[in-house]
């Protein structure tokens, strides 16, 4: 392969600025997600209460809708066991 053919620089030339592009778009999202799920943990559990848990909400909420629902519905209407 020749170097100095123009082509292949260009080519070259445009690879890189892509890359910076496409470097820095991913930077900007990756920012964004630390600062949303800086408030984000995980829970460990079976799969069976994964799966009931999602047999509760609807296609619009996630875990965390479902889980605090059901907190909401039980300090409502519900009292705490004492152990």
Request: proline share 1%.
């Amino acid at each position: 392969m020749e170097a100095d053919r123009p082509d292949e620089r260009w080519d070259g030339h445009l690879m890189r600025q892509q890359l910076q592009t496409s470097f820095a778009f991913n930077s900007q999202i990756l920012s964004i997600l630390r600062g949303y799920l800086g408030d984000i943990t995980s829970l460990k559990v079976r799969k069976a209460t994964r799966d009931r848990l999602g047999k509760l909400g609807n296609k619009t909420e996630t875990y965390d809708d479902v889980l605090n629902r059901l907190m909401d519905f039980y300090e409502k209407n519900g009292k705490r066991r004492k152990k």
